[in-house]
């Protein structure tokens, strides 16, 4: 077997008045019911002997796009992700799931991929004592990285990437909101430029086609 390498970029952007935008958020979380992943109803252990927990999530409902805060949030999040997908060259996004998970000391989520094209985390809570998301890099699965992030940061990365969010050791609470996506088409400039006017003539005469 073969391997080539494609760059396969992660990107990352800083939203606009985030802190307000943060604060409406947690309110959001504070009011609404949500899930709790006890450290002893734990889905498996990861490789830090770790349970997967979460404090509140709400990743059951997260094809249910009428709760409050989702209505808040998305329009936002999607003029973003459309500028983010745009330098890729790809438009059209069509969310596949979205939800907040939010941590407490002893909480993590282990290694683990999701589905779709893409998928986006916005840190919502991020004190600069808790440990930043880390992606196994998918051409060389002994090097890991640390993501750069901080309150406001909106990352993007292809959903098939191994990723995980390390054990919380503090007394600091962590809140993060997570989907998925897929792009449906490429912009039509990133390959007109090779549908030039004598293009197929060419292709045609190469291959003895009249």
């Given at each position: 077997m073969q391997k080539y390498k494609f760059n396969c970029p992660v990107l990352k952007s800083k939203l606009k008045d985030y802190q307000s935008i943060n604060h409406k958020l947690l309110k959001f979380f504070e009011s609404c019911e949500g899930e709790t992943v006890d450290i002893g109803q734990g889905y498996r252990i990861n490789d830090l002997e770790f349970r997967d927990s979460f404090s509140k999530l709400d990743w059951r409902q997260c094809n249910n796009?009428?709760?409050?805060?989702?209505?808040?949030?998305?329009?936002?999040?999607?003029?973003?992700?459309?500028?983010?997908?745009?330098?890729?060259?790809?438009?059209?996004?069509?969310?596949?799931?979205?939800?907040?998970?939010?941590?407490?000391?002893?909480?993590?989520?282990?290694?683990?991929?999701?589905?779709?094209?893409?998928?986006?985390?916005?840190?919502?809570?991020?004190?600069?004592?808790?440990?930043?998301?880390?992606?196994?890099?998918?051409?060389?699965?002994?090097?890991?990285?640390?993501?750069?992030?901080?309150?406001?940061?909106?990352?993007?990365?292809?959903?098939?990437?191994?990723?995980?969010?390390?054990?919380?050791?503090?007394?600091?609470?962590?809140?993060?909101?997570?989907?998925n996506f897929n792009i449906t088409k490429p912009i039509e400039s990133s390959y007109m430029n090779f549908y030039h006017a004598n293009y197929f003539t060419r292709i045609k005469a190469k291959l003895g086609w009249s």
């Open positions: 796009y009428e709760r409050d805060w989702v209505k808040y949030f998305l329009p936002i999040l999607e003029s973003e992700l459309t500028h983010m997908m745009y330098s890729l060259s790809y438009q059209g996004i069509k969310f596949r799931g979205i939800w907040f998970q939010q941590y407490k000391k002893y909480n993590t989520h282990g290694w683990h991929t999701h589905a779709e094209n893409f998928t986006g985390v916005y840190y919502v809570q991020l004190d600069k004592k808790s440990p930043n998301t880390e992606i196994v890099d998918p051409f060389n699965n002994r090097k890991i990285h640390r993501m750069n992030v901080e309150e406001g940061d909106l990352i993007v990365f292809p959903s098939f990437f191994i990723h995980r969010a390390p054990p919380l050791l503090n007394d600091t609470q962590k809140t993060i909101i997570a989907c």
